[in-house]
Structure formats: structure tokens, C-alpha cells
């Protein structure tokens, strides 16, 4: 065999969808962990400036967005990790349905780790849904926002009483209803949207949703790629059975 046929015989091996989920997932976490980390530490800064003067009234809201970005360490390492054993067992569930060797052979505790990973992906693929989903909501209170200190700065904008419009964060449950100020009006609050906290805080949570959603396609990727490959070894495992004499 000739090296040219050998690298085509190589390159036949490549699992080149869990390849490509592999580096979507990576960029994806990547792109929540980091964007969401810093996002949440920008709008603990914008609350406790102009929302919650008082450190009692958002003492829980502080330690929740703590916990958060702990838990933001932990994912990132999780699926730093189970992203690598995929992309392994991609290479193992894809060399043994193309049989680039005919010596190798699938054995049943082969068979049940890639079902296993088909189960736990499908888990995680869900979950991600509702990460997904979950982190829409500051982009929403963001653009809320936004999108009323840019009502107040057109000159088409009928506005009779600019200090009539205000953004009140207690309605989103981020704080207690006791705390004070709790809302922001007029020009005080179109002072908060020409800050670099509020712009940066809203675009990197943009992009830590978009990271979130990078993240679910990549693990529907992995879920398509390791279901198709498992019940091939599974159906190759009954006709090896059925062959044998």
C-alpha cells in the first residue's frame, strides 16, 4: 500500500462530525463561560451604583451571581474534558463501523459505553435548552433597557415628560421590592446606558447566548453522530452473531 492510499485510509478514519461538534462545543462553552463571567460582574456593578444603594437589598442577588460564576469554572472543565472523551469515542465508534482493520472487533462493553454516551449527551442536550433559554432573559431585560434609553434620545419620540420614563428592576425579580431605589428614571437613566458597564455587560450577554446556542447544536452533533454509529454497531454485533457456525 502506497502512502497516498494509506493517508486516504487514515483520513476515512476521522470522525469529522465529532470533529466539528468538538470545536463548536469548545467555542461555545468558551463563549458562555467567559462572556457570561464577566457580563454578571458587570451588572452587579450597575445594580449596586444606581438600583441598590444599600448592600443589604442585593446581599442575596451577590452571592447567587458568585455561586454562578463558580459554577461557570465547573462547566468549563466539564466539558473540556467530555468533549475529548467524544471526540475519542468518535474515533473508536467510526473505525469500528468502517472497519479499517479487519482484525478489530466491537465487544459488548463496547457497545454499552457508546449507548451510554448516546443517554448522558441527550441529557446534556437538553439541560442546554434551558441554559439556552435562561440565558435570554438578561438579554431581554438588557434590550428592554436600551431600547427605552433610545426611545428618549430620538427627536421623532412624542415625550411629554422625559423623568415619566423609567426602568424599574424589580419587576424582573433581580432584587427585592424593598430595595432602594429600585428604579431609574429620565435622564439618570440614559446616564446608565452611555456607561461602559451596561454596553459591555448587554453585548457580552449576547454573545454568551449565542455561545449557549453554539453549544446545544454541537451537542445534537455529538447525539446524531453517536446514535447512528451505536446502532450500527449494534446491528453488526446480531449479524456477526447470526454468521457464526
Known amino acids: ?76 472543565s466539564f466539558f473540556f474534558l467530555y468533549g475529548i472523551i467524544l471526540l475519542a469515542e468518535g474515533f473508536y465508534t467510526t473505525s469500528a463501523v468502517k472497519e479499517l482493520h479487519s482484525e478489530f472487533k466491537t465487544t459488548i462493553c463496547g457497545r454499552c459505553i457508546s449507548g451510554m454516551f448516546v443517554f448522558l449527551t441527550y441529557i446534556l442536550g437538553v439541560a442546554w435548552l434551558g441554559v439556552f433559554g435562561f440565558s435570554a432573559v438578561p438579554v431581554f431585560v438588557f434590550y428592554n433597557m436600551w431600547s427605552t434609553c433610545a426611545t428618549m434620545r430620538s427627536p ?28 431609574v428614571c429620565g435622564s439618570a437613566l440614559g446616564d446608565i446606558c452611555n456607561t461602559s458597564e451596561f454596553y459591555l455587560s448587554y453585548h457580552l450577554y449576547i454573545v454568551a447566548c449565542a455561545g449557549a446556542g453554539a453549544t446545544v447544536i454541537a451537542l445534537l452533533i455529538y447525539m446524531m453522530a453517536a446514535t447512528y454509529n451505536f446502532a450500527v454497531l449494534k446491528f453488526k454485533s446480531r449479524e456477526d452473531c447470526c454468521t457464526k457456525f
Open 1 to 76: 500500500m502506497g502512502c497516498f492510499e494509506c493517508c486516504i485510509k487514515c483520513l476515512g478514519g476521522v470522525p469529522y462530525a465529532s470533529l466539528v461538534a468538538t470545536i463548536l462545543c469548545f467555542s461555545g462553552v468558551a463563549l458562555f463561560c467567559g462572556c457570561g463571567h464577566v457580563a454578571l460582574t458587570g451588572t452587579v456593578t450597575i445594580l449596586e451604583n444606581h438600583f441598590s444603594t444599600l448592600p443589604s437589598d442585593h446581599a442575596l442577588l451577590t452571592h447567587v451571581v458568585q455561586l454562578m460564576q463558580y459554577v461557570i469554572y465547573g462547566i468549563a
Open 156 to 183: 421623532g419620540a412624542n415625550i411629554t415628560s422625559i423623568d415619566s420614563i423609567c426602568v424599574d428592576v424589580r419587576q424582573y425579580g433581580v432584587i427585592s421590592w424593598n430595595a432602594t431605589p429600585g428604579k
